[in-house]
């Protein structure tokens, strides 16, 4: 979920004669349609009146040459947001049993003109005034710039799937304070009841289109709970739904003046109550820093409301510090908001240093626990939102063990993650910028999509109060050209009409989920073909790093319990540092060195095997300049890895499969003034 946005645009006014030309087709138009023999991807019951799909022919299936499967993957969508936040700040549902006018019409505080629009003023400026009239006439809504109003009708779904999109992750989302600040609402604003019934009603969703095609299993909507299931649904040629969960506080983790206010046991009870809701990608962070992570800043007037929540929300505003590296965090905003009047009295929001960029918050020890959570339950974890210092945490876990599951579905981690993020198997998708923008960020990562062999994906963020892509203007160079065929050749697609109101991409952009195919032939147009077709292969590469996550096995440490030695150990009549501690199985016990430099720690694995990988989770006392040293008779010595820039934290030092029996690191140079010390080291084989 992303919040950033445009004032309104205005809408032609709707004729009398469309209108009754509306009432006419509802009267006297065709019926649903049950005649035996209809092409599978056609509803034999589709409600009457409804949107249309304006996509003819008949979607593919199957694989590729290769085996592969093939479409397009929207790796960040919210069907069901207008059930989130209270329930009123998306207007509008994505399917209801009354009809289209029923789940099409505005918030009723919305009328008679969009005045009590409240959050679309408070984060986007202007006034929030509209038409708040939908279904049929949709003067004003659904826009590309118009941010509260639902984006993911189902049958606007239905175009995307029919125009090739094969995978779409469905991600409950939710925040409680925006919930509590905000008036209008009409349930709970508890996180998780919300991402419950959000899971519920993708669930009721799939089998209301069940229901069109004559019963369970037979639509195109297929929620699926693991990669292989998925592979065979699109060979079928039908939609893939995997279900995910970004919200602020999940498992009730919220951190109150830097108190957890969750334990162990909720994040497994957490975890394992949305595995078994069909969960299997999440964020640990979003917006708020929490107990279990530091996120990633929002920019401008909505960045200062942002920071008013989190301190209403935890007691503490964002604090900031000088970034190590070359990532950074995005700049907090600090222009003025509406939302400061929340603030107690005498509360402002403080000003921050330009040169110190960085959350000061990583992954707590809570939020430590909960990625190795996700691990042992095969998920992939949500980078996105997280601070530069939580996700670069939580990759050296991943690189520790090999682990692929990480993903970056809308352009919300610095750019600079970006090969690690490949180089573990991971999936990388762009947000749903214009084609302009969206293809200079394509090409700028192209070389390594080639490198690693992988697609790419996009993320839409519908209903998640961001903008999408604007009207080049009916006279753009390359516009779109209506009809035109489907990437893979075998549809053609045509403007959509829903009630009196017809889409043209060229001046209506990226108002609503339907349109995606025709943002699709844009940035084909824009952008070139390749950025096509390695959009056409996401589906693939995103299934391909899930499979993956399924299938990672922990690999043994070779270390563990093994006899260690080491040149010095710290003396303490208290506890213990000697260099056994540090291959205890125990992440609470360390080995310490004397408090000089030229000292080293080492192994012996009990006999000879093949060793690529060597971990090492360093205390406060880190090596800054050492070696990772192997041999084969404990006198013979050869420097497998080596550093001069260590930083700390959990190192992982990857070469090339060498014979060892004895394993050696070996410090030049301490990063503090005190010695070397090492909590646990691993050692695994290739």
Same mark, same amino acid.
């Given at each position: ?340 009047? #929340? ?303 260590? #930083? ?39």
């Amino acid at each position: 979920m992303t919040m950033t946005g445009r004032p309104y645009r205005r809408r032609r006014e709707v004729t009398v004669v469309s209108l009754l030309l509306l009432v006419l087709a509802t009267v006297l138009g065709p019926t649903p349609s049950s005649a035996a023999g209809a092409d599978w991807w056609t509803p034999t019951a589709r409600p009457a009146p409804d949107s249309q799909v304006d996509v003819t022919g008949e979607p593919f299936t199957g694989t590729d040459s290769a085996g592969d499967v093939r479409g397009f993957v929207d790796a960040h969508n919210h069907l069901f947001s207008n059930e989130a936040f209270g329930g009123r700040l998306i207007c509008g549902k994505v399917f209801s049993e009354a009809g289209v006018a029923d789940a099409l019409k505005d918030c009723p505080e919305h009328y008679p003109d969009g005045t009590l629009a409240l959050f679309d003023y408070i984060t986007h400026g202007g006034d929030g005034k509209h038409d708040p009239v939908g279904w049929p006439t949709f003067q004003d809504w659904p826009a590309y710039d118009s941010m509260t109003h639902q984006a993911n009708y189902y049958a606007w779904v239905e175009r995307a799937w029919r125009g090739g999109q094969r995978v779409l992750v469905n991600d409950l989302v939710t925040n409680g304070m925006i919930c509590s600040v905000y008036p209008f609402k009409n349930r709970s604003c508890d996180e998780m009841t919300s991402i419950r019934l959000q899971a519920k009603l993708t669930y009721d969703l799939q089998a209301y289109i069940d229901k069109m095609y004559g019963g369970t299993g037979k639509g195109w909507f297929r929620i699926v709970l693991d990669s292989a299931q998925a592979r065979e649904v699109i060979k079928q040629g039908k939609l893939a739904v995997v279900l995910g969960v970004e919200t602020s506080e999940p498992f009730g983790c919220k951190q109150i003046l830097d108190i957890a206010q969750c334990s162990q046991a909720d994040v497994d009870k957490g975890l394992d109550e949305l595995y078994a809701l069909g969960v299997r990608s999440m964020f640990l962070c979003h917006k708020f820093d929490n107990a279990l992570c530091g996120v990633r800043f929002d920019e401008g007037g909505l960045g200062t409301a942002i920071n008013v929540g989190q301190f209403l929300s935890t007691g503490t505003f964002w604090q900031t510090e000088k970034c190590t590296g070359p990532q950074h965090d995005n700049p907090i905003g600090t222009a003025a908001s509406a939302a400061e009047a #929340d603030l107690p009295a005498g509360t402002d929001v403080p000003s921050y240093d330009a040169d110190a960029q960085c959350n000061t918050r990583g992954l707590t020890a809570l939020g430590e626990y909960a990625v190795r959570g996700m691990m042992k339950r095969k998920m992939m974890l949500e980078i996105d939102h997280m601070s530069v210092k939580a996700t670069g945490q939580a990759l050296d876990i991943f690189e520790a063990a090999d682990y692929p599951g990480v993903l970056s579905s809308h352009s919300w981690m610095d750019l600079n993650w970006t090969e690690r993020v490949y180089s573990l198997g991971g999936f990388v998708a762009q947000y749903m910028h214009g084609s302009q923008a969206f293809g200079a960020e394509a090409a700028r990562t192209d070389a390594l999509r080639d490198k690693y062999g992988v697609g790419y994906g996009f993320g839409t963020d519908f209903n998640g109060v961001g903008d999408h892509p604007a009207p080049r203007g009916a006279d753009a160079a390359h516009k779109v050209t209506y009809p035109f065929k489907s990437v893979d050749g075998g549809s053609v697609i045509d403007r959509q009409t829903v009630g009196t109101r017809t889409f043209d991409f060229n001046t209506d952009g990226g108002a609503e989920a339907g349109l995606i195919p025709d943002w699709i032939e844009d940035i084909r147009l824009v952008a070139g073909q390749d950025v096509v077709d390695d959009l056409f292969r996401g589906a693939e590469s995103y299934l391909g790093t899930w499979g993956s996550t399924e299938r990672h096995q922990a690999s043994v440490n070779l270390a563990r319990g093994r006899t260690a030695t080491a040149g010095s150990s710290e003396s303490n009549p208290f506890t213990s540092y000697q260099p056994g501690r540090a291959v205890d199985g125990d992440d609470a016990t360390r080995w310490a060195s004397d408090w000089s430099d030229d000292q080293y720690w080492q192994v012996d694995l009990g006999s000879t095997h093949l060793v690529s990988r060597v971990t090492l989770d360093w205390e406060r006392a880190y090596g800054k300049s050492y070696r990772v040293e192997l041999s084969t008779d404990g006198a013979t010595w050869t420097t497998a890895w080596s550093t001069t820039s260590g #930083d700390g934290g959990l190192d992982t030092a990857r070469f090339t499969g060498t014979p060892a029996r004895y394993v050696r690191v070996h410090g030049l140079d301490r990063g503090t003034d005190w010695g070397y010390s090492l909590y646990e080291v691993g050692v695994h084989s290739a």
